[in-house]
């Protein structure tokens, strides 16, 4: 996997324009220069979690005496529930019930940016070929730049593009990700049988 292709997949999970409404909601009662703040703060945060699941998920899976191919499977099963709901999303909106006030970490940073189906996918790139994790680091960061570009836009993005065009990309995107989500799953099934005992 190349650098470009790295944050691609990581542009896709991260789902800047499938956030777009959801940020919006969540930040409408507080004033302009408070929104970029929270915005800002909460970014850093899932950029933080995500740079620690990829430099510290080798040792969590030794610790916790998981193999590589279980993260894969999980991650992929995790990323295909999110892709589905993202194609089909439930009345209640794609992360359910969403407290008020303030959002701090939850929901924003985890899990809208920094979901489980991240996690799992850093963890993965970081595990699988350690010797590259300055190339995981940067795809991460170009990946993570391009989502805060997007959310920081995200109210003349919805004026311009309007519900029905981000609706539309949402479910591209959940298309791209069920993909990518069975590919997972399938990588960590072939591994595990490539290595089970006969």
């Known amino acids: 996997m190349t650098i470009a292709s790295a944050a691609l997949l990581l542009f896709l999970i991260l789902d800047p324009l499938g956030n777009i409404p959801v940020f919006l909601s969540l930040l409408r009662t507080l004033p302009p220069r408070r929104q970029r703040i929270v915005l800002a703060r909460e970014l850093v945060i899932a950029l933080g979690v995500l740079m620690a699941f990829l430099w510290g998920g080798k040792y969590a899976l030794e610790l916790m005496h998981l193999r590589q191919e279980s993260v894969?499977?999980?991650?992929?099963?995790?990323?295909?529930?999110?892709?589905?709901?993202?194609?089909?999303?439930?009345?209640?909106?794609?992360?359910?019930?969403?407290?008020?006030?303030?959002?701090?970490?939850?929901?924003?940073?985890?899990?809208?940016?920094?979901?489980?189906?991240?996690?799992?996918?850093?963890?993965?790139?970081?595990?699988?070929?350690?010797?590259?994790?300055?190339?995981?680091?940067?795809?991460?960061?170009?990946?993570?730049?391009?989502?805060?570009?997007?959310?920081?836009?995200?109210?003349?993005?919805?004026?311009?593009?309007?519900?029905?065009?981000?609706?539309?990309?949402?479910?591209?995107?959940?298309?791209l990700l069920v993909a990518i989500s069975v590919q997972m799953l399938l990588d960590g099934l072939g591994t595990y049988l490539a290595n089970a005992p006969t």
């Open 72 to 175: 894969s499977i999980a991650g992929g099963i995790v990323l295909f529930l999110i892709g589905l709901r993202m194609i089909f999303p439930p009345p209640e909106g794609l992360m359910g019930e969403i407290p008020d006030g303030e959002p701090f970490i939850v929901p924003m940073a985890i899990p809208l940016v920094a979901g489980p189906s991240g996690m799992a996918a850093v963890m993965l790139m970081g595990s699988n070929e350690p010797g590259r994790l300055g190339e995981w680091s940067l795809a991460l960061m170009i990946a993570w730049v391009a989502t805060a570009a997007i959310l920081f836009s995200a109210t003349y993005l919805y004026k311009w593009l309007g519900i029905r065009v981000l609706t539309a990309v949402e479910r591209l995107m959940g298309m």
